[in-house]
């Protein structure tokens, strides 16, 4: 078990895959036995700007290294500012990996979602949230149930009827599914079981979890967790 810790300038993702490519080019002359061992990359969404993070992402899918997984943390969030405001960082993310050819997996929601999601049989629910882009997911991350009950549900009288049983303190606690270790549980259950390709998985979080309205989903100081 080694660990390589790179920071942020996009040279994990660069370091994994070439480590994954040695185990392979070992084990192909027998010199090393050939094992289920994974190689894991744990990026940020912001990281993945540097040129160097997605540089080479092409070779892993034309080794079929499915010896390698990446997890992206997706808080959409990076020290100075949003990754993407108008834009939807995880669909772009994974428009490019799943055009170089990996297996995409994409953590979005966390089990308080699930019954709502079971009650969507128009697929509304799904549509509004595809239709959010990160900054206003972000604005609902620091906002107050009532809000997210306004600005998430409220443009459709049926999308209201969905919730009119979950208190605002419900909806505002709603876990995202990097929050949530069933989810996270699932998707590394997946990717550790997938063959023939390498698989990313792309995790929406929120920055700061756990720290309440002190510094929860708030573009504020890096340091703030220290306070």
Same mark, same amino acid.
């Given at each position: ?35 289920? !061992? @994974? ?5 940020? %969404? /912001? *990281? $993945? ?76 629910? !799904? @549509? ?5 882009? %990160? /900054? *206003? $997911? ?90």
């Amino acid at each position: 078990f080694w660990e390589y810790p790179t920071v942020s300038m996009g040279l994990s993702p660069l370091m994994a895959i070439y480590q994954a490519r040695f185990n392979r080019y070992l084990e192909d002359r027998s010199l090393k036995p050939r094992t289920d !061992a @994974k190689v894991w990359a744990f990026l940020g %969404d /912001g *990281e $993945t700007d540097e040129p160097e993070t997605l540089g080479a992402i092409t070779l892993a899918s034309r080794e079929t290294l499915d010896n390698i997984i990446f997890v992206i943390n997706c808080n959409l969030q990076r020290l100075d500012g949003p990754v993407r405001g108008n834009g939807k960082i995880v669909q772009e993310l994974e428009a490019v990996f799943r055009g170089a050819g990996w297996n995409c997996i994409k953590v979005l929601w966390g089990s308080d979602w699930d019954p709502l999601f079971e009650r969507d049989t128009e697929g509304l629910l !799904a @549509k509004r949230l595809g239709e959010m882009v %990160d /900054g *206003e $997911t972000q604005k609902i991350s620091v906002e107050t149930g009532a809000y997210v009950r306004q600005h998430v549900f409220g443009g459709d009288p049926r999308l209201l009827k969905m919730v009119a049983d979950l208190p605002d303190d419900a909806l505002r606690t709603m876990r995202q599914g990097g929050h949530d270790p069933r989810k996270v549980y699932a998707a590394y259950k997946a990717a550790v079981h997938h063959k023939g390709y390498p698989t990313v998985i792309l995790a929406r979080t929120i920055k700061g979890y756990g720290l309440g309205e002190s510094g929860e989903g708030r573009n504020i100081t890096h340091q703030q967790k220290k306070l």
